[in-house]
């Protein structure tokens, strides 16, 4: 079995001290790990700790070094004004405009803060997916969708995912009872 | 009109030219990162560098540019991040202008060429620090926009992907202090701060995407820098608030239509 693109053991990760933990988890490539928990548990900070803006206090984190790391989080709005289109959006992600849903391809030439919310959170959400990370960070990513948004990213997820895993914080079961291959709980 | 063609107003007229398709390009940077305020804090810190140099007998261009320099380390040490840093250096720096021009002749003259915003007592230092500014500059610009953009859209990615992020945000910030600094002694104060806060503004408004704002942001830069020449000159009122005001007048173009955005 080939080595997991991340993996943490007995994982406890906070600011000042630790507010989560310990746990542990491993994600690997074609696979789709959920941190589930009720809300202010610390799955965020959990993925802060990956990122590197929350401070690991004990356990273990190990990232492969190959690697490479896309995310989105659940702060990471687009700015209420910003001229920028979708396909510009995308391509600086390092992304390939042309893997996009026909849904968001027939927008592509619009500038992102003029499309509706749904529209907006899926662009920016598949953005990060567009690219060629290995590990995808997904906070929350049904925030705000549409159900056909909600649907479109669920579709990918389920699909064949390569070389690719991807872990993802999410708090809406139907949505997470689709997607996931494991669920973590953190308390 | 011959007074357009006078030699002695070309190195003025050059000189402001090249700051003024540059500067609105760093003012669109300045708007992603939610920063706008620097541009003045940095106007006033150098203002603050050019008085107190020119008290001390010190050369005026590079005391402007030293003290910019060191609100940029002074920034990075604190690790403070957002306006309020820039307010507190719009404060100080105009505090310690305005306290140095009290205190000589000269360099209360040299204050109030700041405040007045007379850009025909620029020199050829002046002139060659713009150019050497914008050659550095302009190449640097496509991955400036790259990494603060990313930073700002995908924040964290890149210093998890072990890129130099801050190494990044510290050359953006000396070359926005170095830019802002030296159009401060060029143009004034306000002068430099409607050059950066106002084309980008308005591009931002109306652009189509971001290739469009940074061809609008310097159009509008060096359209009205021309008009504010010309308009100056020729009524014999001070170049500064010409500038502003036409700059201000620009914000009327954030009313144009824009294309209707797609719903479905």
Sequence with gaps: MSEPLLQAEELSAGYQGPVVGPVSFSVSAGEVVVLSGPNGCGKSTLLGAVLGHSRVFSGSLRRSSRASLACLGQQAGLPEELPMTGRELVTLAEGDPAVLPEYLGAVLHQRVDRLSGGQRQLMHVWAAIAGSARLLLLDEPTNNLDPVSESLLADYLCGPLGERGVLLVCHEPDFVARVADRVIEVR | ?264
């Design chain 2, 1 to 264: 009109m011959e007074l357009l063609f006078e030699p002695m107003f070309r190195v003025p007229f050059v000189t402001g030219l090249l700051l003024a398709a540059v500067l609105p390009q760093l003012g669109l940077l300045l708007r992603v990162r939610n920063e706008w305020l620097a541009a003045l804090g940095f106007a006033h810190l150098a203002g603050a560098g050019g008085t107190l140099g020119s008290l001390l007998g010190a050369p005026v261009l590079l005391s402007a540019l030293a003290l910019a320099g060191l609100g940029v380390l002074l920034r990075g040490m604190l690790r403070m991040r957002g306006n309020d840093f820039y307010a507190l250096m719009v404060l100080a720096g105009w505090s310690l202008m305005v306290l140095a021009t009290s205190l000589s002749h000269h360099a209360h003259g040299l204050g109030q060429t700041l405040i007045d915003g007379q850009i025909y007592f620029t020199g050829r230092t002046h002139l060659l620090a713009s150019a050497v500014f914008a050659l550095v500059l302009l190449p640097l610009l496509p991955r400036l926009n790259r990494w603060l953009l990313h930073l700002r859209l995908f924040p964290w990615q890149d210093q998890a992907n072990g890129r130099p992020v801050a190494l990044r945000v510290l050359c953006f910030n000396l070359l926005l202090a170095a830019g802002v600094a030296l159009a401060a002694m060029v143009m004034g104060v306000m002068a430099t701060f409607a050059l950066l806060f106002i084309p980008a503004w308005v591009a931002f408004g109306i652009a189509p995407g971001w290739r469009g704002a940074c061809g609008w942001a310097s159009a509008l830069g060096v359209a009205a820098y021309l008009a504010a020449f010309v308009a100056a000159l020729l009524a014999d009122l001070p170049f500064g608030p010409v500038l502003v005001a036409l700059l201000v007048l620009s914000i009327l173009l954030r009313g144009l239509p824009l294309p209707r955005p797609v719903t479905r």
